[in-house]
Each structure stands twice: as structure tokens, then as C-alpha cells.
């Protein structure tokens, strides 16, 4: 769809005054990370509008393969962010502004905004980034080096942090941050990262067995001299 389209006549296609933003996070050298873009001299997260015609589920996913590849991606609703002064006019302005692009008051992305925010768990490897119509560049972050961002988006970023610590605690779906087989190690570390703690190795390795949703494969990967541990997989439901 051309911008200029949208611009002027995204209420046709789009739900009104209502959006979508995802904090998309990975998982690499140890390090939790997550996708943003930038517009401008800031950086955003990754989101967009709900058509007309879609669910809110169906919104997520669309914009998700759009952003990173995936055809099926795991997300999570996180909450709803909807400040009386939610809306991003002056920013939209300074951006065309500085890109020599017509701007006009009465286009309805300046309007407030309530943002529907989810959070999603990917395989960085797996990921295809792809910036959005109006972004310049598409990066990931370590979540303690974060670039300065717009409006409440870092907030939106420290909650989805602090929800996926806990719903580490309490469910499984911290594997979608790893690749499809992994090992027992590698699944200790990043519990390690997402919760900021040490954790003791053999303790975690007995309660994620115990859960039995995890299948021990035949082959071993050998990563270190004298360390030959087994990789799993999540069992097939």
C-alpha cells in the first residue's frame, strides 16, 4: 500500500486511534536482545495498525512475519498502553520535515493512540529483520544498551522484560528463544540471563526434566573438550 494512501486515507483500511506494538526478543552470545527500528534521530519498536477486517491475533502475526520472516511466531499479549497524551504528532512532523515530505495536521496517525503491546520470543538466526515503510534502519539491542526511543516505547520494553521474567517462572516458552534442539547448558544460561541470577545447574536441569515436555535425542553435541551434554527438543503435542 502507498504511504501517501495511507497517510491520507488510513481510516479506510485500518482500525482508528488503535495500534500495535511488539517487543520482539532474541537471544545471542549470552545476551537478551531486542528488535527496534529506527525513525528519525530515535528508535521505535516494531508494530503497526489493525485492519478492518482482521483480529487483533491475526494483526500481531501479520506484522510479525512482516518484521521477522516467520510464518508461525510465538507472541504473547503484554497490556495495553493509552496515555491521555499518547500520540505522536510532533515527532511525525520533525521526521517529514527533515525528509522534505508533505505534511499535513489532519492525517490520522496523528491522532492519539492506544497501543495493544505484545511480546514475542524468536530464534534470532531464524529472523529476517525487514525495516517498515517509513523506518531507515533495523537493528537488535542488548536490553542494558538500549538507543533513545520514542514516546513510552522504552517502557513498554522494561515491561515485557519484567513479564518474561516472570512467566519463566511459572510456563514453559523460553525454548523459542533457542534454536528447534538444544541442550541442557544452553537452556540453564538463558534462564540465567532472563532472570539476572545465577541458578543452580543440576536443580534447573532435574525441574525442566520433570516437566516431561522435553525429548532426549540419540545424537550428542560436543561443545568443549571432556563436555559432551545431549541435546533435546520440545515433545511433539
Known sequence: MEIQKILENGTEYFLPNLSIDLVIIGYKGGVLKCLLLKLGSKWV?????????????TAVSRILKERTGLEDPHFKFLSVFGAADRQFEQE???????????????????????????????????????????????????FEELPELWLDHKT??????????EDSKNELLTYNLLPKEFTMPQLHRL???????????????????????????????????GSNPYQYRLKAK
Do not use: C
Not at 45 to 57: M, R, T
Not at 112 to 117: D, G, I
Not at 195 to 202: E, F, I, K, T, W
Open 191 to 225: 534462564h540465567q540471563a532472563i532472570l539476572q541470577q545465577n541458578l543452580d545447574r543440576s536443580r534447573f536441569q532435574k525441574k525442566m526434566l520433570a516437566t516431561g515436555r522435553f525429548e532426549r535425542l540419540p545424537k550428542i553435541k560436543k561443545e568443549t573438550p
Open 92 to 142: 511525525f512532523k520533525q521526521y517529514f520535515d527533515n525528509k522534505g515530505l508533505p505534511w499535513r495536521e489532519d492525517y490520522w496517525i496523528n491522532g492519539r493512540f492506544v497501543t495493544l503491546a505484545h511480546y514475542s520470543l524468536v530464534d534470532i538466526d531464524n529472523t529476517h529483520p525487514v525495516p517498515g515503510e517509513f523506518d531507515e534502519a533495523v537493528d537488535w539491542f542488548p
Open 156 to 165: 513498554i520494553v522494561e515491561t515485557a522484560r519484567n513479564r518474561l521474567k
Open 45 to 57: 519498536l516494531p508494530g503497526g495498525y489493525i485492519k478492518k477486517e482482521e483480529s487483533v491475533d
